[in-house]
């Protein structure tokens, strides 16, 4: 049979296109990867109490870092935490830089188009306002043309200001944000319930409290690679395992933090 030379000449454009094409048909296998280096690399909080944060001694605890370490048990290896921030925690995980990324991070379409974010998700929070008792600050259309301290790539800053009129001060970290408004200058910060939650008993800041109505409830999702389905559905059989086994309802206790109905609900959901 002969084959013409214009054949020849299709099928060598072809045969380039899916040279050129091959990286991406190559799946990343991170359970592999972790195994071989024998340490998984955790993306967390380092600012964010009770859920990541750093304690006195310079060590990084929280109900996330007990949830990568029993992540990294499962998996057999030893724990590397990274401390990320809301501006860059996908990007690291995107550049390869941690494993997988349990870092407060709301569920959210646009998010999941970059990174792989495996259900069920493990917990959830809403949007309130942290200001002072006496702020006069009773419902959202209150913040209109004034300055609200918020934090950088947080889900609910752009309904603060474009809905509701406030004058965002936006900043990387949410210990700015809270130094910002210890100082005065706004006059409440935008951010998770969870957050203020577990603040709400220092004696630091007895004289403020969530203001607001809280609005926008979201759940939380861990992170991991868009091109590894493989550990994105290890992760979701471990979520599961912990809504069933009712073990996020007793880090809750052990970290202070008030009971959330969303667990209750995931968990009669998977017992």
Request: with cysteine; aromatic share 10%; glycine share 10%.
């Amino acid at each position: 049979m002969r084959i013409g030379k214009g054949w020849l000449g299709l099928s060598a454009i072809a045969a380039l296109a899916l040279a050129a094409a091959g990286p991406a048909w190559t799946q990343t296998d991170t359970i592999a990867s972790v195994k071989q280096k024998g340490k998984v690399v955790v993306g967390v909080k380092a600012d964010y109490k009770p859920f990541g944060y750093t304690d006195p001694s310079g060590k990084i605890v929280g109900l996330e870092v007990d949830l990568a370490d029993d992540v990294a048990k499962r998996l057999g290896v030893q724990i590397e935490l990274v401390p990320v921030i809301a501006a860059n925690r996908m990007e690291f995980l995107k550049q390869g830089r941690i494993d997988l990324m349990i870092a407060t991070m709301a569920y959210k379409p646009d998010r999941a188009e970059v990174i792989g974010i495996p259900e069920p998700f493990y917990y959830a929070g809403a949007a309130n306002v942290f200001a002072k008792k006496s702020s006069g600050l009773k419902a959202w259309a209150d913040l209109k043309g004034k300055p609200v301290c918020a934090i950088q790539g947080a889900y609910y800053n752009r309904r603060t200001g474009e809905e509701f009129g406030a004058n965002l001060v936006v900043f990387k970290g949410v210990t700015e944000a809270m130094a910002a408004l210890e100082a005065g200058n706004c006059v409440g910060v935008v951010f998770d319930t969870t957050f203020f939650a577990g603040i709400m008993g220092d004696a630091k800041w007895a004289d403020y409290a969530m203001v607001l109505p809280s609005i926008d409830p979201e759940p939380w999702g861990v992170g991991v690679r868009k091109d590894d389905p493989k550990f994105a559905a290890y992760m979701s059989g471990v979520i599961k395992d912990w809504h069933k086994t009712g073990y996020l309802l007793a880090l809750e206790k052990k970290w202070g933090i008030p009971q959330s109905p969303y667990l209750v609900e995931q968990q009669a959901k998977f017992k």
